[in-house]
């Protein structure tokens, strides 16, 4: 829980228990942390070793390039790792950071009057 409160997420004391964290980015955006014993409650398939495999790709869109890096360094530092460099793309800047067990999160800022046509 610590490493998704460093990068913004706030929990949700309602929808969390011993088994479970509710994490709640935005009105619209939300991430259960659970345990793999409660997880298998929900699934009929194996759960992916996402440490070795993506299993998905998870996105935050930012309102800054600054607000990226401040994301990027408080996640690092609650233990965060970042698999690959910083990616300019000229119109947007995109960093990735991964959590404890692997799950990718790319963090980006888009500047949207440098997108042509």
Known sequence: MAFYTA?????????????GKCMVWSDHIYVMLLSHKKFNGFITKPIADTKSAIAGLFSLSLDSV????KIMHNGLAAGGTEPSELRDYGFMQQRTIEDFNGHTWEIFYMDMSKIQG
């Open 7 to 19: 990068l913004g997420f706030v929990n949700n004391p309602q929808f969390s228990d011993d088994e």
């Open 66 to 69: 600054e607000e990226v890096h």
